[in-house]
């Protein structure tokens, strides 16, 4: 394993990610808990790969989210609810993750759905360069459904009671406390993502993990 700066983590990453060779776009997961650091990581990693002269798209899995009536149809607590009926796989592969993939057209689109107004979304649809890389951030990401469709597998590994301390701030609102989030956390999120890892294995599926326990001393293990 090794440590490091925060840099050197991401230049590590974007070594990674420059030594994929595919005929298409790039297509890296960013997989791991809530509260782990996907987004800030991938936000991360993308202005580096930028500054390297690499075509970036960005996406996330919450911008796949199935409407309301589905997605809590078990329940809101509901962890089986969550793994299940979360997130819209047909349109992820249909709209963004096969035309970006071998033989794909490299049309894309990168959101189905507003979760703020509940509705879908008609994004416009853009082409890829050939070189384009892919950061896609999100839970669930190397489930079976969509594990061979990335060209590399990132898994953020943070122990479950530390991202619920950053749940507890993150998600806090006027509305929300702590202890609602903390509720909600171990009643849906946590036991869906022990399923996760139960059934799917993720971390012996990612090709880097990374212990983003303390974000700015990151450690990270290349998987062979």
Known sequence: MDHGTRDELLSRL???VGSVTVAHPTRVA???PPAAGKTTLADELAVVLRAQGRDVIR?????????????????EDSAEGCYHDSFDFGALHRVLLDPLGPGGDRRYRQ????????????EPVRTALAGAVLLFDGVFL????LADRWDLRIFVSVPFEKTLDRARTRDQTPSKSAAEVERRYRSRYMPSQQFYFDTARPAEHADIIVHNDDPRQPAWEART
Request: net charge neutral.
């Open 14 to 16: 974007a070594e990674a």
């Open 30 to 32: 960013i997989d791991g």
């Open 59 to 75: 996406a996330t899995i919450e911008d796949f989210l199935t409407p309301r009536s589905r997605r809590y149809r078990r329940g």
């Open 111 to 122: 959101a189905v759905y507003d979760k703020a107004t509940d509705t879908a979304l008609s």
């Open 142 to 145: 190397l489930r079976q459904e």
